[in-house]
């Protein structure tokens, strides 16, 4: 069985593209959230999708956005990219809503915004 | 809100013992989980602890205490790559998400 997949690996934009990331969970994985870790800190909540629904937002600016397909794969989109959203995003997948009893994460996308 | 606080930096040497404390403040606390992640990699999943009391699995242990907020990771036996950051994370039912504090680095020395 496959595990969580991210794409891309890595990825340089420029202050004011857009960016998409892509998440596929493990199969059979109902829930995918989405996590920011910047350098020497912990990863950050974003959105949660459960049976393509957001069960939950983090705070962070109306220029993240997401979404969850019939296949419980995911997107996350980010707006008027900033110096500041350099950083890991990770994709985490679980059978329950927001990791209850663990996550499963995948190998993240590393953005760097220059 | 909710918070987490655990050390910075513990360091050890091989065959050692050492535990990596956390502490929480948060509202509907549901479980405390413990991940790993190697520098440039993603983090694992180590153990999840719902109920008061000790969880094994091999070299590592997991302990809650809900009424103290307080959990910890026993990892015994250290080995040189057991040197990586260690995550502590709580699942809050009323937010439906996991937070996760900033993490220990643990370095182990020969």
């Known amino acids: 069985d496959a595990g969580v997949t991210q794409s891309p690996t890595h990825l340089i934009k420029t202050r004011g593209q857009h960016v998409t990331l892509r998440c596929s969970p493990i199969?059979?994985?109902?829930?995918v959230s989405w996590y920011q870790q910047v350098l020497g800190q912990g990863p950050q909540f974003i959105f949660q999708?459960?049976?393509?629904?957001?069960?939950g937002r983090g705070n962070f600016p109306d220029r993240f956005s997401a979404r969850q397909f019939p296949n419980y794969s995911s997107e996350l989109n980010v707006n008027a990219l900033l110096l500041g959203d350099s950083a890991l995003y990770l994709c985490?997948?679980?059978?329950?809503?927001?990791?209850?009893?663990?996550?499963?994460f995948g190998s993240g996308t590393r953005l760097t915004v220059v | 809100g909710q918070s987490l606080e655990q050390p910075s930096e513990v360091t050890a040497v091989e065959g050692a013992i050492v535990q990596i404390n956390c502490t929480y403040q948060?509202?509907?606390?549901?479980?405390l989980s413990w991940y790993q992640q190697h520098d440039g990699g993603a983090p694992t999943f180590l153990s999840y602890?719902?109920?008061?009391g000790l969880e094994e699995t091999g070299r590592f242990s997991s302990f809650l205490s809900r009424s103290d907020s307080y959990g910890y990771l026993l990892l015994q036996e250290l080995q040189m790559k057991d040197s990586a950051s260690y995550f502590c994370?709580?699942?809050?039912?009323?937010?439906?998400?996991?937070?996760f504090g900033d993490g220990t680095t643990l370095t182990v020395k020969p």
């Open positions: 985490a997948s679980s059978s329950t809503g927001g990791g209850a009893y663990g996550y499963t």
């Open positions: 199969s059979g994985h109902k829930s």
């Open positions: 999708y459960y049976e393509k629904e957001e069960r």
């Open positions: 948060t509202s509907g606390f549901y479980g």
């Open positions: 602890n719902g109920l008061d």
């Open positions: 994370a709580v699942f809050n039912t009323n937010a439906g998400k996991s937070t």
